[in-house]
């Protein structure tokens, strides 16, 4: 099965078994009121899709830097595919928290949804079914932010790297341009010396 598959699927039960805990105790406030639980939703799909766009820059920036001779010297090791791998779960994250608010906006309060819950069972279903999609909403949205905080931060190190082998070229290209400025500054001297001392003994 493949690994992202699997982190997902990991992280539903994590959510799930938070959503069973805040039953007993209350961790979390899900709004009950229909009109309230949409405005969560647009404001958690805006949420998730500046964290998306700012993943996907992140992306950018790594494949902008894959021409680098730093990161020329780290493709063969697992740093980049990790960090890609890193980028790209925080954006299907991101994705998938969009799709449950997207859902519980459009679909999740139709009649034929609430008419099913209804004919199902009678222990309120359709409201457990909500809370249940807001949990797993908002827990793979920190999921994915935590994720891109990760990557952010990984992202720095590289780009450290990168920018500290520029650093050092143009400290090494500053200091031969010191150099031949200092030997034209001595040759300079050297000739208004030669100068001075044809005028003073033209003059004597």
Not at 42 to 51: D, G, L, M, P, R
Not at 80 to 93: A, F, K, P, W
Not at 97 to 110: C, E, G, P, T, V
Not at 116 to 132: A, D, G, M, P, Q
Request: proline share 0%; with cysteine.
């Amino acid at each position: 099965m493949n690994k992202r598959i699997v982190k997902v699927f990991i992280a539903f039960i994590i959510f799930f078994i938070v959503y069973v805990a805040n039953n007993y105790w209350g961790l979390l406030s899900i709004p009950q009121r229909e009109s309230n639980m949409k405005d969560y939703q647009f404001n958690i799909i805006t949420v998730s899709t500046v964290f998306a766009g700012f993943s996907f820059t992140v992306l950018g920036i790594l494949l902008s830097f894959s021409s680098t001779k730093t990161i020329e010297g780290i493709k063969e090791t697992s740093i980049l595919v990790t960090q890609c791998n890193i980028v790209v779960d925080s954006i299907i994250m991101f994705v998938i928290s969009a799709f449950i608010s997207l859902f519980l906006i459009f679909i999740a309060y139709s009649e034929f949804i609430t008419s099913i819950c209804t004919k199902v069972t009678s222990f309120n279903l359709h409201e457990n079914v909500i809370n249940v999609l807001y949990v797993m909403g908002m827990g793979y949205l920190i999921y994915g932010i935590i994720l891109f905080t990760v990557s952010v931060k990984r992202m720095v190190v590289i780009m450290r790297q990168v920018f500290a082998e520029d650093i050092k070229r143009g400290k090494e290209k500053a200091n031969k341009f010191k150099s031949i400025a200092k030997r034209q500054e001595d040759n300079i001297s050297k000739f208004q010396q030669e100068e001075y001392e044809k005028d003073t003994f033209s003059s004597e």
